[in-house]
């Protein structure tokens, strides 16, 4: 069976042809590390080989992990659907949230970021593919609200986040991540981050500008819901 350390090289190699293939700088893309669901062990096994930066979905089992694995300079990422009375411990958990999709929670993140932390980076969801199940601003009051969440002290507005409807089309893949690029430099904002791209279509979001891939399967397997432990 493959390792934990055996997926992130082949990920990372993964990420590094994509970014050849579209002739980006290398290490231009980042990898978020998915670790929904995996116990604080396979956190533990892909930050030795290399990774720092985690991303979780549901806050009660990020916030027991973050417990276990505090011996370790982890960057977290919150990347699930927020509700208002979660608000607190994610501004005050975490460094980056990809996953906000109206201006109340982006209020609730600010007020509640504490001041001796850095500014919270930001990225605005947004529900590219139209997808009723799906979070995320539509991209017609992404304008209002992005220009809205800049203003905002204790945060700071990194750029989009997207999750559009799977599909194994390369060419359908590549129309929605176009989409999202084409979003973000229309809003004429200082942006730096695109956060698309997952284990089935990194390729596809690379050649179309992520900077961030969010992988959870192709490191740590096939996940369990039934483990869970937390709520979202």
């Not at 604080?40 to 991303?55: K, T």
């Not at 129309?175 to 979003?183: P, Y």
Request: glycine content about 6%.
């Amino acid at each position: 069976m493959s390792t934990i350390a055996d997926n992130i090289a082949q990920v990372a190699a993964r990420i590094r042809a994509a970014e050849q293939a579209a002739q980006r700088a290398e290490h231009s893309v980042r990898l978020l590390a998915v670790s929904k669901t995996k116990p604080s062990d396979a956190v533990r096994e892909a930050y030795a080989a290399g990774v720092h930066d985690f991303g979780e979905n549901y806050l009660q089992e990020a916030l027991g992990k973050q417990l276990e694995l505090a011996d370790l300079p982890l960057i977290w990422h919150f990347i699930g659907p927020i509700q208002s009375n979660k608000t607190r411990a994610i501004a005050e958990n975490f460094a980056w949230v990809h996953s906000v999709d109206r201006l109340k929670i982006a209020q609730r993140l600010s007020e509640q970021r504490p001041a001796e932390l850095p500014p919270l980076n930001i990225c605005i969801q947004v529900n590219v593919s139209g997808e009723a199940s799906k979070s995320g601003c539509t991209p017609a009051d992404l304008p209002a609200l992005a220009s809205a969440i800049s203003a905002l002290p204790r945060l700071k507005l990194r750029g989009l986040m997207a999750i559009p409807e799977p599909t194994e089309d390369r060419a359908a893949q590549d129309a929605a991540f176009a989409t999202v690029q084409k979003l973000q430099a229309s809003l004429n904002l200082p942006l730096d981050t695109l956060s698309m791209g997952m284990s089935h279509d990194l390729e596809s979001a690379i050649a179309m500008g992520a900077t961030w891939v969010r992988i959870g399967t192709a490191l740590f397997g096939a996940r369990d819901y039934q483990q869970t432990h937390g709520q979202p």
